[in-house]
């Protein structure tokens, strides 16, 4: 079946603008989570969504971050007043919400800050 | 805060020998236990899942978990160069709230050598 799938693939923005970026998750997934991947760095865990509700928003990196899940599906996370140090690879993963965990990652979002 | 270590690499491996990766974890309450493989410029594939101490093979892969030790390894049997890529250690740890999202390692590189 389908995997999760991320839009847009890249993402080249300017500083200081918003940028919105979009995940579809595996269908019948109901938890999805976002992390991101820098350069370099390891993959670090932002958010995650149990249905339409996100229980901990502490990983957020910033409160220019923010994300929601509409429909128990689609979920955007939102950048305000972009910065340099928001380039990176942004990847969406689902997963059945079972006792199992494991999470099936999308292609991601490469986001470059000019 | 949790912590998941791996040795960064690159660990160079024979082709057709067995690789062994290794990671530790710092989080006792930690309860299930992945491996990914990402390789360069793609997301992270799930290749294998375990949850309780003991060996879990599937096909060439075999997983094993001590927790005790907080120590989880990955072996490739009869590695192939296709094999190389950067192996990933991720951790979860159940908070009661739902799924958290995964604690993930900095990655071992492995390179096989044809």
């Known amino acids: 079946g389908a995997g999760v799938s991320q839009s847009p693939s890249n993402k080249v923005t300017e500083k200081g603008k918003d940028v919105e970026l979009r995940c579809d998750p595996i269908s019948g997934h109901t938890a999805l989570y976002w992390y991101r991947q820098s350069l370099g760095q390891g993959l670090e865990f932002l958010i995650y969504f149990q249905g339409n509700s996100a229980p901990d928003k502490s990983g957020l990196p910033s409160d220019r971050f923010s994300a929601e899940r509409t429909g128990g599906s689609v979920s955007t996370l939102t950048i305000q007043r972009t910065q340099q140090e928001d380039s990176a690879v942004y990847l969406c993963?689902?997963?059945?919400?079972?006792?199992?965990?494991?999470?099936?990652f999308g292609p991601g979002t490469r986001l470059t800050v000019t | 805060q949790k912590e998941v270590e791996q040795n960064s690499g690159p660990l160079s491996v024979p082709e057709g020998a067995i690789a062994s990766l290794n990671c530790t974890y710092s989080d006792r309450g930690s309860q299930s236990f992945f491996w990914y493989r990402q390789y360069s410029g793609k997301s992270p594939e799930l290749i294998m899942s375990?949850?309780?101490?003991g060996d879990k093979e599937d096909g060439r892969f075999t997983a094993q978990l001590n927790k005790a030790s907080q120590y989880v390894s990955l072996l490739i049997r009869d590695s192939q160069p296709s094999d190389s890529a950067t192996y990933l250690c991720?951790?979860?740890?159940?908070?009661?709230?739902?799924?958290?999202?995964?604690?993930f390692g900095k990655g071992t590189h492995l390179i096989i050598q044809p």
């Open positions: 375990i949850y309780s101490n």
């Open positions: 993963a689902s997963s059945t919400g079972d006792s199992s965990y494991e999470q099936y």
């Open positions: 991720a951790v979860n740890t159940y908070s009661g709230g739902g799924a958290d999202g995964l604690t």
